[in-house]
């Protein structure tokens, strides 16, 4: 999962930078700004939060033309590359959020060549070699549409001091603007552009938006529109509370979720206590539903970042550091908890293991969303089954390995009306909006990974 900004007017760097804070918990691997200046692209960022990625004494100040990025990384290394990322020949530059899961079929049908290891890289050279051809952007990406395969939302600007923003055929990420007379804003997410006090559209799927100035932009189709299939992931984990996805709210939707979960539940407890933070909507829509009382029994560190968004090699660090459980709510206490899902199973095992330590009495562990069972190719980072807990583990396989007393997840047909839109859900039933042979994306994703 990742993050976009852009802004087309005044102060065009400076705007981008704030609306990136405003959707750091989108991705915290790296974070950058492309720029014009000088009729030039230039892009300054680097590995970890926007304040450390991003040496604001490199940006402009005069630019009148920026996009952001802030990365998880789905697809190349963790460490490392970070977006927006230029086309070879520098004439464009491109931020986006998603995966295209044919990109190499897709360079070496366009350039010629096959040997790309980062999908933003072949993405960014096509969309330059197909703009050289077109001599627009908008043109460019309509065709590119018909060519790549996957999931975006995107950002490309263009060296003649253009800008294109689109989203895929079929609306997989989410993706919001803002037009004034003198600016156009772009944020991944509704809830950047209403912290900074401005009113958002949805851009919808298939849509692209084309200016040459930032008072006189254009919305197009790309031609291609396709069946809607929005990431259930997003309104489960991924979306800020506070934002809009296809009209839905992510805070009432997830409460929803926690009210399905509540209806099947008999268990007596003393309380609920969500796993914060993704895990606090759910909470709250079940304790309401079953009239329980609601308690924080379990302080998150909020710099410590999101283990399930870091990096292998540090999520059992980031996971160590970054929960405490107040032993004095808990000692004695029957506990429904209540978690947006379990990927790995690992961090509900270690918060089980310093409940029971505090001395919670009983444990019952709550899961909004269903099993997950396949792996996401559309920028999720869960490339290969055999890291998802729930491939090939029964529910009280799972339950015995967390250690909890009853385990209860939410069905797919839960998830589709607390949503009520059409949704992508092929993590949960290895279905997918596209196409895709498993096995050969497994590879595909999680090479050059750690
Ligand atoms: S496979 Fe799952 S995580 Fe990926 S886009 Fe579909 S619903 Fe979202």
Known sequence: MCGISAWFGKNACERVYEILLEIQHRGHDAAGIAFLENGGLKVVGGNGFVWNAIDISKLSSHSHLAIGHVRYSTSGSYGGAYQ???????IIALAFNGNIINFNEAANLVLGKKSYLWDAKAFVDILEKLYMEHGNLADAMKEASYILEGSYSLVAVSSKGEII????????????YS???EFLAVAS???ALSTIGLEWKELGRGQLIYCQEPGSCSKESLGRVLKPAYCAFEYIY??????????VNAHEARKRMGAKLAEKDYVEADLVAPVPDSGRSAAIGYAIRRGMPLDEVIYRNRFSGRAFISAPSIRRKVLLKKFQVIKESVRGKRI???DDSIVRGDTSRHLVKLLREAGAKEIHLRSAAPPIISPCFFGIDMPTRRELIAYSRSIEEIRKYIGVDTLIYNTVKDIEESVG?????GCFTSIYPIKVRIDKLELLFSKGRR
């Open 179 to 181: 037009l004034g007379e």
């Open 189 to 191: 997410e509704t809830a």
């Open 238 to 247: 991924f979306l800020r509370p506070d934002s809009f996805f296809e009209g």
């Open 84 to 90: 927006p990322v230029l086309g070879s020949k520098k």
């Open 421 to 425: 839109r059409p949704l992508c859900l």
């Open 165 to 176: 923003v689109a989203r895929d055929p079929r609306g997989i990420r989410p993706l919001a």
């Open 336 to 338: 429904i908890l209540v």
